[in-house]
């Protein structure tokens, strides 16, 4: 079945349109783009388990064939897929083609927006996005939170040193912004502190009262 002509975030006429995703120290990247697979509804989770797919407990990562499974509710799976863009194909494939239990389509590529953060300032970014405590010990690489990012109701989890975001698309335009301003913050904070600290001699005053020869 032929996939049908998706308009995503940042093209011309998408919800982001004009937009210009925040760089540096605190970046925005936009992963709309990349394969995924989603099924809400009864059905789902038996569903995937009849493919092979092992499915995590609810709210917590799992792996399959190199593709992440986020399962988000009892019968509420997305797959995303990076680098394993063939299994997932041929996983939505077999889907198309039972026509018994199986769920519906959802989390698909027009309807939510995917996002990744990084960069050095990303801790301090994410403070000022998020209320949870995201640091390692308290927020692992398998684990998912379904909370508000940026103003934004959305799905938080971990990618390897960065954080990715799923959420509705028609917010895109906004949390861009939001994440805009977050990134001027912490270059401010970060020229703040070099201002204070830099023992560079342009940073230090001429002693009116030295000796001159």
Not at 14 to 35: E, R
Not at 137 to 144: C, N, P
Not at 149 to 156: Q, S
Request: proline share 6%; glycine share 8%; aromatic share 10%.
């Amino acid at each position: 079945m032929a996939e049908p002509l998706r308009i995503f975030p940042f093209m011309p006429g998408g919800a982001a349109d004009g937009a210009t995703l925040p760089a540096g120290s605190f970046a925005l990247a936009d992963m709309t783009a990349s394969p995924r697979f989603g099924l809400k509804g009864p059905g789902s989770a038996d569903w995937l388990a009849a493919q092979g797919v092992s499915l995590p407990s609810v709210n917590r990562i799992g792996i399959y064939r190199d593709t992440r499974v986020l399962r988000l509710g009892k019968e509420d799976i997305v797959l995303l897929a990076e680098g394993a863009a063939d299994a997932l194909a041929a996983l939505k494939s077999a889907w198309h083609r039972d026509t018994g239990p199986k769920g519906y389509l959802s989390w698909r590529e027009e309807g939510w927006a995917w996002m990744r953060l990084s960069g050095p300032d990303l801790e301090k970014g994410m403070r000022r996005l998020c209320a949870l405590d995201l640091r390692r010990a308290y927020f692992g690489s398998d684990e998912i939170a379904q909370t508000r990012v940026g103003h934004v109701e959305a799905v938080l989890f971990r990618s390897g040193d960065a954080f990715d975001v799923l959420f509705d698309i028609t917010a895109s335009a906004f949390f861009v912004r939001t994440v805009a301003a977050v990134t001027k913050h912490c270059s401010q904070d970060n020229y703040s502190w070099k201002e204070t600290h830099d023992p560079s001699p342009r940073h230090h005053r001429a002693d009116p009262d030295a000796v001159r020869e």
